[in-house]
């Protein structure tokens, strides 16, 4: 160190001087820029900023002293030094502590976490406006550049033409206007304003609805249009884009652009919203409603045709439900030539007749031809089908009925969680003509002010009435929950349920209602309006505000009877995007707004309550069948991009007893080899998937490459033949079979749905394969048994691969109760342990028991020769084999770690055939005990199957 260096004059003892904070003059001829008061609040703001910002940088200031008083004559006096640099030591530690307790973060670390992104350091924009100035001049003190992406150099040839075709646009498009201000300006008016004529304000024309046919989407704006070729967006597409990763945009999901996941992190937090706190909405106006309406037995002959021939459905259990006070949620069905095949779950609402004359109730011949009306709500991916099996019912119909087409009438949000009603009663406000006169079903709305879980209503309970415009309250207000008898008043709503009385026809069944909802005032005339109203209140109801029609739909997991329930949000299309706004905004009153969901969210929730999830856990169906030949293609595209060393290569898996390969094909669920489907051809047209068929026409290839898409696309169609002939069996006709004194046998290639629970160990994945367990060896008496003593293990000279006591050990890994058998379990440890030493025995026969002990042979013999690893068991001796080929029943179609029960779960389809053999064998309680391996491993482990 130079000592004779020292600080310069006049700077004292601190190497940065510490700024003042900013003085507030006041002055008396200054005016208040508000009357109200708030340039006071202002200047408070402003000078508790200064004084905050003058406190962080004290913290960050080091006070020095200058090391002249530890020089004497040019030399180092080590004490003096020491002495002098003790107090910028005491400094630093000091300007430490203050900056941990000061908080000195960067401003990018202040921003709330699901708004931080990478490119944050890069970019002052991407942080709140009341941030960016201290986040530009921490940016300069860093030296970090700012980049731009407008301003960014094209990198690419891709990038350059574009923005060289941009800007040729732009220059076109500024002559084009430069012309028409000069024309404008010859004609009588000026360069800035152009006396141009009136443009006539057309309104859009209402949309068709044609019977019998399929409608087209509504016509996308101009700026739009040309993204929406071959898919129709979303109400809330323009939201979703932002902060979603949605579809690709030339591989579109069912003919729509549909959000997969938020772009944030978001599995656990969506566990938590759906089951303990929060609220998860989903834009759910993809799925398909379809119009259904004609005489009432017409209709009821439809509906039996369709599957729902319970006489449940027809009799005094169903009458509130055909009254339309109750939905319906049910699989549909359709006649093939062996029998029935199911098309897809479905949600059927009846809409309420209108109070009739007393005398037209008695005229029974014109209550045959009553006309009513039902909206049929299923998933897109099985709509052309179950649409194309209406128009083949209705025709045969005497008199005639009618479907309609209304997916792009009737959007939908879904929302789950313990927040979703509080939600919804703080968005959706009744709208009636006059005060005091609501909608009954309003006032039941009204009234579950408190309930925490939909499934806590009555079963598939719906409400319909009309809202107002959500944006006349925008933003939302948390709504209050009133105390005092409030719970009594609320479980004699639920009990009660009092929607029945007066019942009349809904409003969103009604196609004027419809179109005239559609017809809401825009965004600017609504900001209008609250410039001139007062600040912070409500915008009142004017004529120019109609009334919106929705229903509610509320529904309960059907496996898990203390999930969380879901509310259903019908409501005209157009009127999608406001309710979706304020929704999103709601303050809810546990904190935060309600969570974003995707169709991974969905999946997720769906797996967690132990529901088979549609199309992906329904292969026995064409949308099943589809969806599960496009993951075929998505994981042979995966696997095939992995590098040699990092894939599995199924046919050098090591199963263990001298088995190789896997099992069928290993990136599918591949039930063509487990009920030996995979040498049928197809015929006809109808084998080849809807996926490769309404493909667009694909670009020019090489040869190799051609004759591998030809090789794939026949492989494809293969599948498809075969795992047409698969059939589903329904959870009641497997009990039924499984009751009957008679051993009958379910249809051929039939598949009954399950949930898998491991026992202790074990996560399973898509593809995952399931076995029995291996049935115990026949014992047969051998005529010369006598004649000749074995002296090894049988197990060693069993003339099958595995050992046969496999059995066994599958279900020595099965957990004994402790309840009563803890007695028994000691007893049996203490027998195999060796037997104790008495007391007072002397050392001579303490060491001829010690050395026999030592010597005495083991019960089981090794045999001899050792065999090999992986022969007999697997993992070192620490895990039994799996199964043989021939104990393989199905295929895990969804599987992971569930949060909701702390362990591995999975969605699975095995076959009925062996099932139920298996029940019948082993019982209920070994029956239903299954080895689940997955799909490129060698180690299963147990778990237990139950049907869905």
Known sequence: MDGNRSLPLGKGTETRKRKEAPTVTHDANLKPRRQDGRSTGATQMTGSRAAKRVKFQDARNIRTQPSDAALEDGKLDLQKFLNARE?????????????????????????PRAM????????????????????????????????????????????????????????????????????????????????????????AARPKIRRDMLNEPPKADAKFRKRQINKTWLPTHLWHAKRARMTEPSKPLWRFAVPLTPTEKCYRPTHRASGQKGVVVWDMSYMSTIGLYGTADGVKRVLRALGLNQESLWG?????????VRKRTGVLSKQVKDGRRDIGPATIVWNPQAPAPSGDEADSSRARKLQRQLFLRTHPSCFLELFQELLQLVKVQTPQLHVEDLRFEIGSIELTGPGSTEALLGVLQPYCDKPGHEDRQARVFKSIVGVSNPASLPKDALLAFSVRDPRLTYPPKTASIPG???????????????????????????????????????????????????????LPVTEADPAIPVMLLASRPSTDGQAQGTWTLLAPWKCITPIWYSLMHYPLTTGGNPRLGGLDEQRQIAFEHGAPWFPGDFPATDAGIHWELEQRVKRQRDWDRRPKGKRVEWKSLNLGAGRKGEIGNGLACD?????????????????????TTDAPEQMDMDPAERSHGVEVLGATALSAAALGLIRQLSKSAFSSLLSSPNPDKPPANSLVTVSLTFISRGVANTCA?????????????????DAEVLTTDPASTHSGPLPRDLRDQWLRKFPITTTNNNTKGRDSRRSRAHPQMAPGVDMETRKKLLAQSLTMATEEELPYPRPAANRLDMMGGHHP????EQDLIGYVTTGAFSLSEGRGTAIASISADKALETLREGGAREGKLCVVRNAGESVGWLARWELV
């Open 769 to 785: 394969r399931i076995y029995r367990l291996p049935p115990r060896p026949s014992r047969i008496a051998d005529p010369l048994a």
């Open 87 to 111: 107090f910028e030591i005491k400094a630093l530690e000091n300007s430490m502590r203050k900056c941990k307790a000061a908080n000195a973060t960067r401003v990018f670390q202040q921003v």
């Open 881 to 884: 084999l799996c199964p043989d």
């Open 671 to 691: 039930f063509e080899h487990l009920f030996a489907l995979g040498e049928i051809p197809p015929s006809g047209p109808q084998a080849i998937p809807a996926s």
């Open 116 to 203: 931080r992104r990478r490119t944050a350091s890069h970019n002052v924009k991407r942080v709140p406006k009341r941030l960016r100035e201290r986040a530009r001049r921490e940016m300069i003190e860093d030296n970090t550049p700012t980049v731009e992406s407008r301003k960014r150099r094209p990198r690419t040839t891709r990038a350059r033409i574009r923005a060289e075709t941009a800007k040729k646009l732009g220059i076109l498009a500024a002559k084009k206007k430069k012309k028409l201000l000069e024309k404008a300006a010859v004609e009588g008016g000026s360069a800035t304003q152009p006396g141009l004529k009136p443009a006539a304000h057309t309104r």
């Open 484 to 538: 005092g008898g409030t719970d009594t008043t609320l479980i004699e709503t639920l009990t009660k349920w009092p929607v029945e009385e007066g019942l009349k026809p809904c409003g969103i069944f009604d196609r004027e209602r419809r179109f005239r909802a559609s017809r809401l005032p825009s965004q600017k005339c609504i900001n209008r309006r609250k410039g001139a109203n007062t600040p912070g209140e409500p």
């Open 316 to 324: 005094a259990r169903g009458q509130k439900w055909r009254a339309g």
